[in-house]
């Protein structure tokens, strides 16, 4: 068994809508990346190459490769997904916390969690997401952007 950690956080910028965990949320800013800022995936993508021992999402898909702008992050978490396969492993379990003052998530959690399932080739009761406000302070608090912490579990196969 190995276990991993990931973090990731976005800025606000100007947007009509957010993606997280593959799931488009209109909202009345957008996320400033590279990709398409899904930073719950990119959490759950640095936890899963560091259990792996495998660097980081920034190793695998640079944000100065233009082949990367813009993509939809559940590519980037098969693509992770079958890194850490051919070493001879699989995720086991996830858990992750979104981190955001707005909007609020709630609604688009079970949505999240089939997503991440079926990209990571895992029980949907494998996976757990949840959310978290952190009641006004920090830069998540004042709105100046999302956060997200994953933890996951590699099995070997």
């Known amino acids: 068994m190995r276990i991993g950690h990931g973090f990731d956080a976005h800025r606000f910028c100007e947007g009509t809508h957010i993606v997280i965990g593959g799931v488009r ?23 899963i190459l560091g259990a792996a021992g495998l660097g980081d999402i920034g190793r695998h898909f640079p944000d100065s490769d233009e ?55 895992v029980a949907q009761d494998r996976v757990n997401v949840k959310a978290t406000t952190t009641e006004r302070m920090g830069y998540t608090g004042r709105g100046e952007g999302i956060a997200a912490h994953a933890v996951v579990l590699l099995v070997a196969i």
């Open 67 to 121: 082949q990367y702008r813009g993509i939809d992050s559940r590519v980037l978490l098969r693509r992770v997904r079958d890194a850490v396969a051919a070493h001879g492993l699989r995720v086991s379990n996830l858990d992750a916390t979104i981190v955001a003052q707005a909007p609020r998530m709630g609604p688009y959690i079970r949505d999240m969690c089939a997503n991440l399932a079926q990209d990571m080739g």
């Open 25 to 47: 949320i209109d909202h009345d800013l957008g996320l400033e990346a590279h990709s398409d800022g899904d930073v719950l995936i990119h959490a759950i993508c640095d936890a």
